[in-house]
């Protein structure tokens, strides 16, 4: 049983820094990838950050470019999102995924493995 549990999320002024992590604890995707989305009130849900778990290949939406640096600690089946230069509109619910396919320039989500979410604020 796949259970992703987001952790690291709350309140922060705009300019600081906060570090979201996601365990998987019931299986490892060695073979695949893991992603940050993130979704605001009203809106879509949108790509953060994706990396791959054998060779640790980032990807990165263009909002977030040299600001936020994703990693991953394959013992511990976990992923983290180091998120710099936090800005108001980073203000969103950020949602982990896992075995999702990275590609060169695009990363496709498993819609099967979901956390529930982790709250980021950014205050102005």
């Known amino acids: 049983q796949v259970q992703l549990v987001e952790s690291g999320g709350g309140l922060v002024q705009a300019g600081g820094s906060l570090r979201l992590s996601c365990a998987d604890s019931g299986r490892t995707f060695s073979a695949d990838a893991m992603g940050w989305f993130r979704q605001a009130p009203g809106k879509e849900r949108d790509f953060v950050a994706a990396i791959s778990w054998s060779g640790g290949r980032a990807y990165y939406a263009d909002s977030v470019k040299g600001r936020f640096t994703i990693s991953r600690d394959n013992a511990k089946n976990t992923v983290y999102l180091q998120m710099n230069s936090l800005k108001p509109e980073d203000t969103a619910t950020y949602y982990c995924?896992?075995?999702?396919?990275?590609?060169?320039?695009?990363?496709?989500?498993?819609?099967?493995?979901w956390g529930k979410g982790t709250l980021v604020t950014v205050s102005s």
């Open positions: 995924n896992a075995g999702g396919g990275l590609g060169l320039d695009y990363y496709l989500p498993n819609m099967n493995y």
